[in-house]
């Protein structure tokens, strides 16, 4: 199992990187040439700035069973298809159950805006400011989605 995180622009990479030291699982971070990061932990991956470069790569070297950090929807629709697990940043988990909602509403959003910009200049404001609580709920969601995950690969394993 390794965990993959889109890392461009991503608040939670440190919370990522000290969950993944406490269980001995492999990370990797994934950003464009406009993002550039470095890590004592993690490998770290840079992609050419092409849009959607990071993300084709991340889906291209994720497996089944390993876990994907983003908050892009359709990353997260192409991680549960190849059988991984993934988990937005606010620390919900994508699920086969709740992402074609999901990817539903995302579409439906974004074509009331290109509608509604017509008549009018429209000023959307940037999502709000990340507090300690949000940051304490992802760890916890996603210590939880790690431990799950690998007790269902050892079970699969037969080391369970």
């Not at 790569?57 to 697990?85: E, F, N, R, T």
Request: proline share 2%; hydrophobic share 35%; aromatic share 6%.
């Amino acid at each position: 199992m390794q965990i993959f995180v889109d890392a461009d622009a991503c608040p939670v990479v440190g919370i990522v990187e000290a969950i993944a030291e406490k269980y001995n699982t492999p990370a990797t971070l994934l950003c464009d040439t406009n993002h550039v990061l470095y890590s004592d932990y993690s490998e770290v991956i840079v992609v050419g700035a092409g849009a959607d470069a990071v993300d084709y790569k991340l889906i291209s070297i994720c497996h089944k069973g390993d876990i994907v950090v983003s908050q892009d929807y359709g990353v997260a629709a192409m991680a549960l298809g190849k059988g991984a697990y993934a988990i937005h940043q606010s620390g919900k988990w994508y699920t086969d159950e709740n992402i074609d909602r999901m990817l539903m509403e995302k579409h439906l959003n974004k074509k009331a805006r290109r509608g509604s910009s017509k008549n009018h200049i429209n000023h959307i404001k940037g999502p709000r400011k990340r507090t300690n609580e949000d940051d304490e709920r992802f760890a916890q969601s996603f210590e939880k989605l790690k431990l799950m995950a690998q007790a269902k690969e050892g079970e699969q394993n037969g080391t369970v």
